[in-house]
């Protein structure tokens, strides 16, 4: 295959979602001819949906800390390079009003097509070519270039970025693409699976909770050494909500969560102060002043509680304690990629440069953004290692 002087370039990029547009945007400014190429028909599908619409494109308290990796230390360089105030200023500097909901989570206050519109602005600004529905057949490497073959012709370029993203979400343009790319060049792929996902149940639990459907409330679940102290939502598939989407990447099939139902509360001396003040209250009434009020009914009935606290020795208390406190629950598995956030595991880091992202053995093969195995917490981190690693490739590439 051969390329023609026009599709020739610098550096090809393939994907046209968060990590390749600002790597796109970087390469670009630093004079080089970059082209993005993508699949799909429209340049950055999932940060259109993410954060509900209206993206949560950074985490103001982003560190290292917040990310899962075979080899952890791997993000904090280019973490350190390019930190959430960079693309904040860069945001304020396209005029986008934002604002920050939970904790250093910041979001746009219209619409994530307000980020897509930046990229894209700054893409255009930066010389940058992006052609779309444009699928890729071969890729080959001779004499220091490499050779693009795609459905509109071949194209050539000293560098090549690997940007397509995960296995999450196939309905928007999700492929494995990008770790074929990596075996075809050497690079070892750690095993891929869900993450930031919905939770499953066994059918028993599920009809037991259908009934919640829509509810919502602050738990903390743990699991494997990890806890999160968010809102679960009860769903009609099983269990969800940040906590859940959180705990659910350090979870295991067959591993249970631990939930406690009521974090601010020290239950059993609550309950124990219940008994001897009002000793004729019920569980059930305790529930319900601390629990949404569909929950409290449906938990109560679920454990038989029944009858005035008095009723209840001190060793029933601290089993009703325990079970509020340390609710045990066995999910049957997770949604799975259909609906998962991101996919954790993909490209060893241990093969690539941390400062440029490039293949220690081909060092002008780029691998960025989701497809590599750096995963974020929920909250604004996935987009921060997408824009963090787009920049370290950007400026090398
Ligand atoms: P990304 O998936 O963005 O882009 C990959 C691109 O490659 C796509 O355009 C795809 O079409 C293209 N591609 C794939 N295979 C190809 C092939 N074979 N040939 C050509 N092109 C190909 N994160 C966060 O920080 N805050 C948030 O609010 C959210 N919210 C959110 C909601 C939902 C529903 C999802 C699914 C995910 C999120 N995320 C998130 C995660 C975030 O979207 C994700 O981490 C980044 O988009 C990853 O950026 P990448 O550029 O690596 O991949």
Known sequence: MTASSSNQY??????????????????????????????????????????????????????????????????????????????????????????????????????????????????????????????????????????????????????LIIACGGLSIPTMGATGFGYEVARQFGLDVLPTRAGLVPFTLHPELKQQLAPLS????????????????????????????????????????????????????????????????????????????HLPKRFAQAFNEIHGWSGPLQGYKNSDLEQVSETLGQWTVKPAGTEGYRTAEVTLGGVDTRQLSSKTMAALEHPNLYFIGEVVDVTGHLGGHNFQWAWASGVAAGSAA
Not at 34 to 44: R, T
Not at 101 to 125: H, N, R
Not at 225 to 251: A, C, D, K, Y
């Open 10 to 159: 610098d550096v090809v990029i393939i994907g046209a979602g968060a990590a390749g547009l600002m790597c796109a945007a970087t390469a670009g400014y630093r004079g080089r001819k970059v082209l993005v190429i993508d699949h799909a028909n429209k340049p950055g599908k999932k940060i259109l949906m993410s954060g509900g619409g209206r993206c949560n494109f950074t985490n103001l308290n982003s560190t290292a800390a917040n990310f899962l990796s075979d080899n952890p230390r791997f993000c904090i360089s280019a973490l350190k390079r390019y930190t959430p105030q960079h693309f904040l200023d860069l945001v304020e500097r396209h005029g986008i009003e934002h604002e920050e909901k939970a904790a250093g989570q910041l979001f746009c206050k219209d619409s994530a097509k307000d980020i897509v519109a930046m990229l894209l602005t700054e893409c255009e600004w930066a010389g940058a070519e992006i052609r779309m529905k444009t699928n890729v057949k071969s890729i080959a490497q001779s004499y220091g270039s490499y050779r693009v073959n795609t459905s509109s012709g071949t194209l050539a370029c000293t560098s």
């Open 214 to 289: 829509g509810v919502s409330c602050p738990v903390d679940a743990a699991c494997n050494n990890h806890n999160f102290r968010e809102p679960m939502l009860v769903t009609h598939r099983g269990l969800s909500g940040p906590s859940m989407l959180q705990i659910s990447s350090f979870w295991q099939p067959g591993d249970p969560l631990t939930i406690n139902l009521l974090p601010d509360r020290n239950i059993l001396e609550d309950l124990l102060a219940l008994r001897k003040q009002r000793p004729q209250s019920t569980i059930a009434q305790y529930l319900a002043l």
